[in-house]
């Protein structure tokens, strides 16, 4: 290896600034100085670590699959036991309902009756009404005719009454006419003589 050739620390130090690597240097320094808190024995302790770790997951799968199938089997009770509350809840639902629907069919059925009854008693109400109005019709016809009948009767003699005042009234006239005539030949006759 030459001068020049970049070690592994020059690599790590790459990028960094002269008193980052500085302080680079002195951090690896003590890591690498041998105590019980130094690098290489905490990478040591970690490294075992997360292999007990590794070797344990295994296991760890097993027991945590088991506890998911006791859980499931829990799961399932529960549903069962929710879908059974279930069908017992729509059973009497539905009883319930069934029962609604024929009771609402009751009384539709009676409102049916009632309303078909009525219907035939205003029918007949109606018939009655149809008939007293022709009957009525009828008599307003002959209640006319019989005032036309009588009515040309006394027409007629209404003009003859009306034909008799005028005859009245131009004897009266012709009274007054002469008595006036009378009257001024009197005066005439008193102014002359």
């Given amino acids: 290896m030459t001068y020049m050739d970049d070690t592994s620390f020059d690599l790590l130090c790459k990028g960094l600034s002269p008193n980052e690597a ?13 105590d019980e808190d130094s690098f290489p024995v905490q990478l040591a302790l970690l490294t075992k670590a997360q292999w007990l770790a590794a070797g344990r997951l295994p296991q760890l799968v097993t027991e945590s699959g088991s ?14 036991g929710i879908v059974g509350n279930l069908s017992a809840v ?27 009854n009525q219907l035939w008693q205003t029918e007949a109400t109606a018939k009655e009404i149809a008939a007293q109005l022709l009957e ?3 008599h ?6 019989d005032f036309i009948n009588e009515r040309k009767p006394l027409e007629q003699e209404r003009k003859d009454l009306a034909k008799r005042a005028q005859i009245r009234d131009a ?3 012709g009274f007054i006419a002469f008595g006036l005539l009378a009257f001024g030949g009197m005066l005439e006759y008193w102014w002359t003589h």
Avoid: D, P
């Fill in 22 to 34: 500085k302080l680079f240097r002195k951090m690896m320094k003590e890591w690498c100085a041998g």
């Fill in 67 to 80: 506890v998911i199938e006791q859980q499931m089997e829990s799961c399932r009770l529960k549903v069962a």
């Fill in 90 to 116: 729509s059973r009497e639902n539905t009883i319930e309902l069934r029962n609604m629907i024929k009771a609402h069919a009751e009384k539709v059925n009676e409102s049916g009756v009632l309303v078909r």
């Fill in 136 to 138: 009525g019709c009828t």
């Fill in 140 to 145: 307003w016809k002959a209640a006319r005719n």
């Fill in 171 to 173: 004897i009266y006239w």
